[in-house]
């Protein structure tokens, strides 16, 4: 089966940006549509940013300008490069890999955002 592993999580001051990977193991990598989900405190898991097999990318409105959702095919890992951080991005960020036949999670990685 398919692992995704993320990585990249921590503690930043308000305005301080972070750089998330998810490292993604198999040979279908190009294949898969990744998106960036995250769960805050007391709050359901919201889809952050995704990015097709194919390279269209699309962003919740609450973070629209500040991050970035790219992926490295070659490399089998997808980023998300947060910037501008605020508190309310205080989450665990999850990693999610979909395909046409299989659909799979990374066990996230936590990111504070302190004010």
């Known amino acids: 089966q398919v692992q995704l592993v993320e990585s990249g999580g921590g503690l930043v001051q308000a305005g301080g940006s972070l750089r998330l990977s998810c490292a993604y193991s198999?040979?279908?990598?190009?294949?898969?549509?990744i998106g960036w989900y995250r769960q805050g405190p007391g709050k359901q898991r919201e889809l952050v940013a995704a990015?097709?097999?194919?390279?269209?990318?699309t962003y919740v409105d609450s973070v629209q300008g500040r991050f970035t959702i790219s992926r490295d095919n070659a490399k089998n890992t997808a980023y998300l490069q947060m910037s501008s951080l605020k508190p309310e991005d205080t989450a665990v960020y999850y990693c999610?890999?979909?395909?046409?036949?299989?659909?799979?999670w990374g066990q996230g990685t936590q990111v504070t955002v302190s004010s």
């Open positions: 999610n890999a979909r395909t046409t036949w299989e659909e799979d």
């Open positions: 198999g040979s279908t990598f190009s294949f898969a549509d």
């Open positions: 990015i097709s097999n194919d390279g269209r990318t």
